[in-house]
């Protein structure tokens, strides 16, 4: 529910109770099965107040962890100068209860040194995230994207200087393919900084992570966590009845949903999809996310949300996460038509 700013917030007392935690890789460190990504919803242009009621509710319902990048808002940067308002404002007294994360790859500033994987923007980036939410070090930092002009070395340097500077606890990467997540992870273990988690796209209609990827990470221990699980929202009930004006497909932004993504072969595919949902007694989203979690790879999944409701249905989809093989079939058979 709504938190009074004016009042400390206490979260409740029961939030560790029905939140299902998972061992990432080989690692000491737990992550919850769901997780609250802040790329949308939480920049300079949204209700701070909504922002502080999601970030709140999530946490009392059993979410610790919390990603964000550099360029998370829009405007860039403003997601992380969110949530650093919100720390201050109670929750920063649970910090040793949370994962924060930050990213660096994508464009953030104008210039030849403003993005990519060089030494150079990984280490001001991460002085610049740590400013903007006000936080001593993140739990874990990320290189968002392999460089292919900077050399792996490199990049994968500046993560272990990042680390053993106490700018970040713990390092993962994220958009790498199976190859360079070989060749990173050998670097990184070299270093003495070992790599604990890959975060990739990964839903019912993108399963390009099982083309090889998903079998690196399990053979080498790392954790997984999937980002983009109900494909912006193809896989809920918002797209079934065709485009609503106030969501991702109609602004057709660049980074965002396209009209043309939201077509009639996928639509059909989702109805069957919702369809079977509802015989599991489950929304489609919930047992997207049930489906994505049923790799034992897959640590947690990254969820946005523009309200604490969505959270909350979210959450509940760890109620069935269990599928027979005949459920299993019917799913390939869908996605197959």
């Known amino acids: 529910m709504p938190k009074d700013i004016h009042l400390l917030p206490t979260p409740s007392a029961t939030r560790y109770d029905e939140m299902k935690y998972q061992r990432c890789g080989n690692s000491g460190i737990k992550l919850p099965a769901i997780s609250l990504g802040l790329w949308q919803n939480f920049g300079g ?31 860039y940067g403003s997601a992380e100068k969110t949530f650093g308002i919100i720390l201050n404002q109670g929750l920063k007294n649970y910090r040793d209860e949370l994962i924060i994360s930050s990213k660096a790859g994508y464009d953030m500033w104008p210039g030849p040194y403003g993005e990519w994987g060089s030494r150079k923007y990984l280490i001001a980036s991460i002085d610049q995230s740590l400013k903007r939410t006000g936080l001593e070090y993140f739990d874990i930092f990320y290189s968002h994207r392999p460089d292919p002009e900077t050399p792996l070395e490199e990049t994968m340097a500046a993560l272990d200087h990042i680390v053993r500077s106490g700018r ?121 996310l049930s489906w994505v979690l049923r790799q034992a790879v897959v640590t947690s999944v990254l969820i946005g949300a523009s309200r604490s409701s969505q959270i909350e249905e979210c959450v509940q989809s760890l109620d069935n996460l269990t599928f027979t093989s005949e459920e299993l079939m019917r799913i390939e058979d869908i996605l197959a038509e």
């Open 45 to 75: 242009v949204d209700s701070l107040e909504n922002a502080r009621t999601m970030l709140w509710d999530a946490f009392d319902a059993g979410i610790t962890h919390f990603d964000l990048a550099n360029n998370y808002g829009p405007p």
């Open 168 to 288: 970040a606890l713990y390092i993962g990467i994220s958009n790498y393919n199976p190859q360079q997540t070989k060749d990173a992870i050998k670097i990184l273990r070299k270093l003495g900084t070992p790599c604990l988690i890959h975060q990739q796209r990964y839903n019912l209609f993108d399963r390009r992570a099982e083309k090889g990827l998903f079998e690196v990470l399990e053979k080498e221990k790392i954790g997984a966590i999937a980002f983009s699980p109900l494909a912006q929202g193809l896989l809920t009930n918002k797209y079934l009845e065709g485009i609503p004006e106030s969501s991702r497909a109609a602004r057709n932004e660049q980074i965002h949903l396209q009209k043309e993504d939201v077509n009639a072969t996928r639509v059909e595919k989702a109805s069957q999809l919702d369809n079977m949902a509802k015989e599991r007694g489950q929304s489609l989203a919930q047992m997207a």
